[in-house]
């Protein structure tokens, strides 16, 4: 059973809108990434935070932000939403840094129409 | 050029064969490599992590790392359909995970 949840599972919204979408990292891990990735590719990196603070930033404009809580959980947000924004996504987390590998929430399947 | 680079395949793979995969990255200060299994709709899953060069074995899997030509592999034994998945590549390069495209396998009876 992974540590790693996200939610919601899956989210429909319309071109133009917002989304907000969430990650509860596994116990202790104070780092969290978020990545994107679009049917029949490789996971794109977003963003990473450590301890609330942005350390790391992947090709992705500045409607792409997000948070990291004191209690280590994240959320990722999304504005004026594209067609091509239409992915899962994905939460990461590790202990310090992801030297030694992230695990994986279950995604958040994002379908833009 | 990508910084982790695979091949897209698919891959096919005769029940109890061995499936190779190759991965190719181009930063040479890549600390760390890992493969990870992703099976279709779902999120990926650590299999083998490997940190120095030569052979790491784990049950059926090998991980295999050359940092000198900068490529690391994957190799699985006695190849199951439960293995038909897509594997990705990733490379810990400049405090990021980096991913490849990922090889679909195709493990057929």
């Known amino acids: 059973e992974t540590g790693v949840t996200q939610s919601p599972t899956h989210l429909i919204k319309t071109r133009g809108q917002q989304v907000t979408l969430r990650c509860s990292s596994q116990s202790g891990h104070n780092t969290v990434s978020w990545y994107q990735q679009a049917l029949g590719q490789g996971p794109q990196f977003i963003f990473q935070y450590y301890r609330e603070e942005e350390n790391g930033r992947g090709n992705f404009p500045p409607r792409f932000s997000g948070l990291q809580f004191p209690n280590y959980s994240s959320e990722l947000n999304v504005n004026a939403l594209e067609l091509d924004d239409s992915a899962l996504y994905l939460c990461?987390?590790?202990?310090?840094?992801?030297?030694?590998?992230?695990?994986f929430g279950s995604g958040t399947r994002l379908t833009v129409v | 050029q990508k910084e982790v680079e695979q091949n897209s395949g698919p891959l096919s793979v005769p029940e109890g064969a061995i499936a190779s995969l190759n991965c190719t990255y181009s930063d040479r200060g890549s600390q760390s490599f890992f493969w990870y299994r992703q099976y279709s709709g779902k999120s990926p899953e650590l299999i083998m992590s490997?940190?120095?060069?030569g052979d790491k074995e784990d049950g059926r899997f090998t991980a295999q790392l050359n940092k000198a030509s900068q490529y690391v592999s994957l190799l699985i034994r006695d190849s199951q359909p439960s293995d038909s998945a897509t594997y990705l590549c990733?490379?810990?390069?400049?405090?990021?995970?980096?991913f490849g495209a990922g090889t679909q396998v195709v493990v057929t009876p």
């Open positions: 490997i940190y120095s060069n």
């Open positions: 990461a987390s590790s202990l310090d840094s992801p030297r030694y590998g992230y695990t």
């Open positions: 990733a490379v810990y390069s400049w405090g990021k995970l980096q």
